[in-house]
């Protein structure tokens, strides 16, 4: 293997070629272009000429003193030898130009330089550096892949012949990071830290710049020499490393809440569903587990228990969300799946959309990233062939950088079930297809797409909207409701006879209570919904003494329809407690995902807790809790704290669902309490109506802003994981930082909804939320940490990207949109004065105008007003490039179709230029322009009326 350890050595020697050449461009074009300030770029030449000259004899010397036989290192030779090329000719024309000569004067010697080195050749230099540099890495790349399919021992070998290189070029002194052996990392990444220590570069930086290189390499790897093989299943790891690896892997799959809805969801009550897998039920489930037909629909009315149901069936008895079919115990229905199964291994997914939750959580995406987690984690040897080049990177360089995109995900999926399916068996449960937020028809298309090229099983439910009746019609199918007369029965039962109060009815009044009981059941229509709330409102009857003819109208006066039994329901809340009521229903609201930002989806009862007790003008209590851990005790105080209010306040329309619990430390998880949430989808759905939220914002007369408690709890929390991340970082070694790193994630997430609240705080309380971001500003102070907050922003999983700017407080506002803040800040100055950390900053806050002109929100229509007014610039591109934006979200025509009549371009461009002299306010009434929510009820309207709104919005940003 010493012809590949020469080769390598020979790669190093190129890439201090190009790194010095690349140099020399730059200290040329600063001669060029620079005035006093470049007086000094003539000397800076000579160390590194000297530099270079070492690099070109070590080159020559690898040249003449191996003799390749294999053919990707004698290309690499040819590498070499163009790099040799270019190293010659740039000390020789610097020795022609007597740039070291200490007799010369600069100007002379600049102006002798300036004769050599035209801009054209520098222009051609920087070329043929970029031709060297591609033919380098993608050499690299291919060698790289072909060592790493070859034996450890081959690996270590070359590793090691690679040390002794490195001792006879005087680095034996250098700090070394190249250990043979060393399984912990990958090979990859072993190589290119030691090539990188040959660079003047620091370390860092030019390893970082030639691992950004190899990836592009591996995934684009049609660009790889025909003599390497194009797919990487074939590389050599051990088998611990393959497991942490295959583990690294699944986890970019994850999302915030991915298991989220399936926990939320109810159990099914004590001897409930039972009938699902039993042959008479009149279903017909078991037969369809048990037969090879593929499509299964569960459907019923909202709040039938549609989900309780596909939660029994997928799960078994005791076992966690998200675990795989052989964990612990199996699904409950995976006796009847064997028999279809035969003697193939079982593997079940599932996945609840939930339209109240992320946007990954009602999206394909999300659909797509957690049904192959759950695969995959069942059958790990498939990700090396469904994700060749992905995993190619993880294996030799420690990480796989590249984002997942949509399609990518869902060729994944229908690759990975055509790939098992010769060896085992797959059936999806997928609920709430009605709470997809997209064409259900795309859905459906999906769905028959995979049960078309597969024999997998797919089990579906939603409710029996046409869309859905139409694409199942001729598929096995139940309508819940009509098979749970007896379920709903025996929950009345139970609920009655565990209850005190009507023991006592019972043996006063026993043809009475058996009446109720009897009437309950048959009004309930088969939804548990319904049976809830009005058992509940029944037994809290009896507990107040309620005579018979009190129950009697108690019960004669909940409606059977579900929206006007809320509305009954909400009607009869306590006067005392309305207020306190309407506050609840909007901090749940609140924490409900934005149509753009991704809030939290869902809050503990120590969050709820925390957010109900705030004092807006002295936060302090708040504030401090982070300072102390909860232990369980207090947690347990508060959660029956917050059930007794919200029994009491809301009468069941918020209750508190499954516990949620948070990570302070290695093995040490936090009780946050349960869930707190509205009862049901319908709930939520009944309290965002207009005149429900018109009638709970006339019953709260006090102040209230749920977004700044929520910001303030968020803030809690922020620095609750920031104390447990320093903790955690001290405490565990280098090697194994996962636990760490959630912790700085959610650290960095909760740090965020400080800002996404602040964004959404009432004007009246900007005074609040400014303080509340300098107490953020003043926790997340380091570079690192604002670093870390544009990330977030920046991840392709956000919803909004804008694109990255500066490193400042300000800027992560200004990127965030918090206008008050960002006025306060900046008032008085122009943003090219303001003092940043560095001075490019200034510049890139001054240059990000046309992302906030992109954007229909009017926060951040002001918040570009407010740039433009302190310094940033605008051109006609930035509003042209604005309007495609828009157009393309609301379905207008392409801008192309009125921007390029002359007159509407002269227009624009006269509305310019008097913007420009006059700086007269941009227009923020042009969301009214658009007039979006007709045009969305009526797609039909005419072109002409779409270019005119468009045309409208377009003047309404230029004046």
Request: net charge negative; glycine share 4%; hydrophobic share 40%.
């Amino acid at each position: 293997m010493a012809e590949a350890a020469a080769a390598l050595s020979l790669a190093a020697n190129i890439i201090q070629v190009t790194e010095f050449g690349s140099k020399f461009v730059t200290t040329g074009w600063k001669l060029w272009h620079s005035g006093k300030e470049a007086l000094d770029e003539d000397s800076a030449l000579e160390p590194l000429c000297r530099n270079l000259k070492d690099v070109f004899q070590r080159l020559e010397n690898d040249v003449s003193s191996v003799k390749f036989e294999v053919q990707s290192h004698q290309e690499l030779a040819g590498v070499a030898n163009q790099a040799s090329k270019v190293a010659q000719e740039i000390l020789e024309s610097v020795q022609g130009i007597g740039l070291s000569s200490k007799r010369r004067k600069r100007d002379a010697a600049r102006t002798a330089f300036k004769l050599v080195w035209k801009e054209e050749n520098l222009k051609a230099l920087e070329q043929r550096l970029d031709r060297l540099t591609n033919a380098l890495v993608l050499n690299l790349a291919a060698s790289l892949r072909s060592y790493a399919m070859q034996s450890l021992d081959t690996q270590n070998t070359i590793l090691s012949e690679i040390q002794q290189i490195r001792a006879k070029i005087e680095l034996s002194n250098a700090p070394s990071r190249l250990e043979a052996g060393d399984s912990s990392r990958g090979f990859g990444s072993t190589i290119v830290s030691c090539l990188s220590e040959r660079g003047s570069q620091q370390r860092g930086a030019l390893e970082s710049s030639l691992r950004s290189e190899l990836f592009g390499a591996v995934y684009h790897s049609d660009l790889m020499p025909e003599t390497i093989p194009r797919v990487s299943p074939g590389i050599i790891v051990t088998a611990e490393r393959r497991r942490t690896l295959q583990k690294a892997f699944l986890s970019h799959f994850h999302y915030d809440g991915m298991y989220s809805r399936a926990e939320s969801v109810a159990k099914a009550h004590e001897s409930t569903f039972r009938w699902i897998f039993e042959d008479d039920s009149g279903a017909g489930f078991s037969k369809w587990l048990q037969s090879s037909q593929q499509l299964y629909w569960i459907t019923g009315k909202a709040g039938s228990g549609k989900s309780t149901l596909m939660k029994f069936i997928s799960q078994a008895e005791r076992l966690g969300v998200g675990k795989t079919s052989h964990d612990i115990s199996p699904p409950r229905c995976a006796e009847h799946l064997r028999l279809w199964a035969a003697d193939r291994p079982l593997t079940i997914a599932c996945f609840y959309f939930w339209a109240a939750g992320s946007e990954r959580q009602r999206s394909r995406e999300g659909l797509y990233r957690t049904l192959l987690h759950q695969i995959l984690s069942d059958h790990p040897e498939e990700i090396m062939s469904i994700f060749p080049e992905r995993w190619e990177a993880l294996c030799l360089y420690d990480e796989d950088p590249k984002p997942f995109v949509e399609e990518e995900l869902r060729q994944g999926l229908l690759e990975v079930v055509q790939d098992i399916e010769p060896t085992a068996k797959v059936c999806l449960f997928v609920d709430g297809l009605d709470e997809f937020d997209g064409k259900h028809e795309d859905l459906i298309d999906l769905f028959n797409d995979i049960i078309t090229k597969t024999s997998i099983k797919v089990c579906v439910a939603s409710r029996p909207w046409t869309v859905f009746e139409d694409a199942f019609r001729t598929k096995p199918s139940l309508r819940l409701e009509v098979l749970t007369h007896d379920d709903i029965k025996n929950y009345v039962r139970l609920r009655f006879q565990a209850d005190g109060n009507f023991v006592l009815l019972q043996k006063r009044e026993s043809a009475f209570a058996d009446a109720l009981f009897e009437e309950v059941v048959d009004k309930a229509a088969g939804v548990f919904l319904w049976v809830n709330l009005v058992v509940t409102s029944l037994i809290d009857g009896m507990r107040s003494g309620d005579r018979i003819s009190d129950l009697r109208r108690r019960l004669d006066l909940l409606p059977p329809d579900l929206e006007d039994l809320y509305e009954t329901i909400l009607s009869s809340l306590d006067p005392v407690y309305f207020e306190h009521a309407a506050q609840y229903f909007s901090l749940i609201r609140a924490a409900l995902p934005s149509s753009l930002l991704a809030l939290p989806s869902s809050l503990s009862a120590l969050e709820f807790y925390l957010a109900d007790e705030l004092e807006v003008e002295n936060p302090s209590f708040t504030l401090h809790t982070s300072k102390q851990p909860w232990n369980y005790d207090e947690v347990d105080t508060i959660t029956e704290v917050i059930r007794r209010r919200l029994h009491s306040r809301c009468k069941g329309l918020i209750d508190t669902g499954p516990q949620l619990f948070f990570l302070s430390g290695t093995h040490k998880m936090v009780s946050a309490g349960p869930e707190v949430e509205f009862l049901h989808r319908t709930v939520r759905d009944y309290i965002n109506l207009p005149r429900v939220q018109e009638r709970l914002l006339a019953g709260m007369k006090s102040p209230f802003d749920p977004h700044l408690r929520l910001g303030y709890v968020s803030m809690v929390f922020a620095e609750f994981f920031t104390a447990a991340w320093r903790e955690e970082s001290k405490r565990i070694p280098a090697s194994d930082q996962s636990i760490s790193w959630q912790l700085k994630h959610r650290r960095t997430r909760r740090a965020a909804d400080v800002f996404l609240h602040s964004v959404r705080t009432k004007p009246e309380y900007a005074r609040h939320a400014t303080r509340l971001l300098d107490y953020l500003e003043v926790a997340y102070n380091s570079d690192d940490d604002l670093n870390d907050l544009h990330k977030w922003w920046c991840d392709p999983g956000a919803k909004l990207d804008l694109e990255y700017f500066g490193h400042s407080f300000l800027s992560l506002a200004i990127k965030f949109g918090v206008v008050d803040y960002v006025q306060e800040r900046i008032v008085g100055s122009r943003l090219d004065k303001l003092q940043f950390r560095s001075p490019q900053q200034a510049s890139e806050i001054k240059d990000t105008t046309r992302s906030f002109l992109q954007r229909v929100e009017p926060g951040w229509v002001r918040i570009a007003q407010l740039m433009i007014e302190h310094g940033a610039s605008v051109s006609r591109k930035t509003v042209v490039d604005a309007i495609h934006v828009v157009e393309k979200k609301y379905g207008f025509p392409d801008g192309n179709e009125w921007l390029s009549k002359a007159e509407e371009v002269g227009m624009l461009e006269q509305e310019l230029r008097r913007y420009q002299r006059e700086r007269t306010p941009l227009n923020l009434e042009f969301l009214r322009n658009l007039n979006l929510e007709d045009y969305i009820n009526d797609p039909t309207r005419s072109l002409v009326r779409r270019i005119r709104m468009s045309r409208n919005w377009a003047r309404g940003l230029l004046h």
